[in-house]
């Protein structure tokens, strides 16, 4: 019933630039938070950022503030990731996902629903 797709990855040199996409699917998209996270080669999954079910309110990891922004399109069912001026240490799968609760949240017990996940790879 519930899907989230994840596009958009791919192979970018460092200082480059993506946008990540996040499609939603059999949800009342529109009243979720919603997050993204990532996870290397035997790493741990870790927050990236979050967004609210409005828009209104977005958070970041440390290592990814002032230059990812996350932002979403209710009316396209639909969340996104910037991210520019990338470094090698942003290399991992990408994983979209749905808190099922209007607040945004860093933490990752609190998301009921995961996409599949998109590669990301800089190089040097």
């Known amino acids: 019933q519930v899907q989230l797709v994840e596009s958009g990855g791919g192979l970018v040199q460092a200082g480059g630039s993506l946008r990540l996409s996040c499609a939603a699917s059999?949800?009342?998209?529109?009243?979720?938070?919603m997050g993204w996270f990532r996870q290397a080669p035997g790493k741990e999954r870790d927050f990236v950022a979050t967004?609210?079910?409005?828009?209104?309110?977005?958070y970041y990891a440390d290592s990814v503030k002032g230059r990812f922004t996350i932002s979403r399109d209710n009316a396209k069912n639909t969340v996104y990731l910037q991210k520019n001026s990338l470094k090698p240490e942003d290399t991992a799968v990408y994983y979209c996902?749905?808190?099922?609760?209007?607040?945004?949240?860093?933490?990752?017990?609190?998301?009921?629903?995961w996409g599949k996940g998109t590669q990301v790879t800089v190089s040097k």
């Open positions: 967004i609210n079910w409005s828009g209104g309110s977005k």
């Open positions: 059999g949800l009342t998209f529109s009243i979720y938070a």
């Open positions: 996902a749905d808190s099922n609760d209007k607040g945004a949240t860093n933490r990752r017990g609190e998301y009921e629903y």
